[in-house]
Antibody, heavy 116, light 109 residues
């Protein structure tokens, strides 16, 4: 059974960098796309980007200039960095795994608030 | 960007009734790449349906998906109390690779 756990600061100051890590256990070879997704009351669910088990990445064009997703498959971890955050980046951030079509497994989510 | 529009925004039904939720895409979506999720308060979304009509592991056969092109439907045949939640459709395809609908809230009447 695949389990995911997000970790990282719950409060980030405006203009600073948001950093989160997702630890994956029980990973299946079929779940080889590791994504970050965020959710806000206003914009709903928004895909941020993924790290693929083969080492590739892809990002939502709307965030691409500020996002880096990296992974360490030996540790079954992948990370999100979002630079120059603003209040609009306040959201619940989820990590999720799956094949390229869908998100089979999700972490519980972590609320990140951008505020001074 | 493919925009997914879900309707209705809120659906009020009673346990035992049948629920029909709609997801309409702004451009044609391959059925292979259309999924549905259920989200309860304080929880992450849970995959219900993928490939427009295939149930995910452990999902009750009361849940079924159908559709093609730009119109997709999630049907819950006989509502149980635990089915009242928010439902999202999601597509994989054009940039950005993944988009979600805005959700349909299924509430107890």
């Amino acid at each position: 059974q695949v389990q995911l756990q997000e970790s990282g600061p719950g409060l980030v100051k405006p203009s600073e960098t948001l950093s989160l890590t997702c630890t994956v256990s029980g990973v299946s070879s079929r779940s080889n796309y590791w994504s970050w997704i965020r959710q806000t009351p206003g914009k709903g669910l928004e895909w941020i980007g993924y790290f693929s088990y083969g080492g590739g990445t892809d990002y939502n064009p709307s965030l691409m200039s500020r996002v880096t997703i990296s992974g360490d498959t030996s540790k079954n971890q992948f990370s999100l960095r979002l630079t120059s955050v603003a209040a609009a980046d306040t959201a619940v951030y989820y990590c999720a795994t799956g094949d390229f079509r869908k998100f089979d497994n999700w972490g519980q989510g972590t609320l990140v608030t951008v505020s001074s | 960007e493919i925009v997914l529009t879900q309707s209705p925004g809120t659906l009020s039904l009673s346990p035992g009734e049948r629920a029909t939720l709609s997801c309409r895409a702004s451009q044609s979506v391959s059925s292979t790449y259309l999924a549905w999720y259920q989200q309860k308060p304080g929880q992450a979304p849970r995959l219900l349906i993928y490939g427009a009509s295939s149930r995910a592991t452990g999902i009750s056969d009361r849940f079924s998906g159908s559709g093609s092109g730009t119109d997709f439907t999630l049907t819950i045949s006989r509502l149980e109390p635990e089915d009242f939640a928010v439902y999202y459709c999601q597509q994989y395809g054009s940039s950005p690779q993944y988009t979600f609908g805005q959700g349909t809230k299924l509430e107890i009447k």
